[in-house]
């Protein structure tokens, strides 16, 4: 969902992802290109909700992330001048392997590109506690964050509106 009377979509699309241990059944990877109506400035934005494993499993959600990034792979090939905004409920913090790769532009043994954390959530995004989870991700250095994290909403040990997870959120400007 996006606000029509600002971006324009350009195209977009959802794919089924299920790789060796998926867990809670298949997830999907999701994009879109989005055109800002001002200025003509380009986004690709989507996301993806990892699998959960109890102790982690990188090989699985190294795997469903690869689905993402194929998808948004081929989207920077047709819009090279397009920068990258992805979120998702990653079932990891930003200390593991996962999200420390990621973050230097890795996703196991494929190059990608570096990422910033444009949200910087501090506290839980999950109902029960823990560290962030939930992340807003932006193409490093395409991205000036001016502010972001949890929206306020939510108690720790209470589902809000029948949601597990807490919202969070990113104000950015976008750099040429």
């Known amino acids: 969902m996006y606000d029509q009377g600002k971006w324009e979509g350009l195209e977009g699309g959802v794919q089924k992802v299920s790789c060796p241990g998926t867990a809670g059944g298949d997830r999907a990877a999701n994009w879109a290109v989005l055109r800002d109506l001002a200025y003509g400035k380009l986004i690709i934005t989507g996301g993806i909700h990892l699998s959960y494993c109890e102790g982690g499993c990188d090989s699985t959600q190294e795997c469903e992330l690869g689905v993402l990034y194929d998808n948004i792979d081929q989207m920077r090939g047709k819009y090279p001048d397009a920068a990258v905004v992805w979120m998702g ?81 990113a104000l950015v400007h976008y750099m040429s």
Request: no cysteine.
């Open 89 to 169: 409920d990653l079932n990891r913090g930003m200390s593991t392997t996962i999200m420390q790769n990621l973050m230097q532009g890795k996703i196991g043994s494929r190059a990608t590109f570096a990422l910033d954390d444009l949200a910087q959530t501090q506290g839980n995004t999950y109902y029960t506690g823990g560290s962030p989870i939930d992340h807003i991700l932006g193409e490093a250095g395409r991205f000036e964050r001016i502010s972001g994290g949890l929206t306020g909403q939510g108690v720790k040990g209470q589902h809000l509106s029948g949601a597990d997870h807490f919202p969070i959120r």
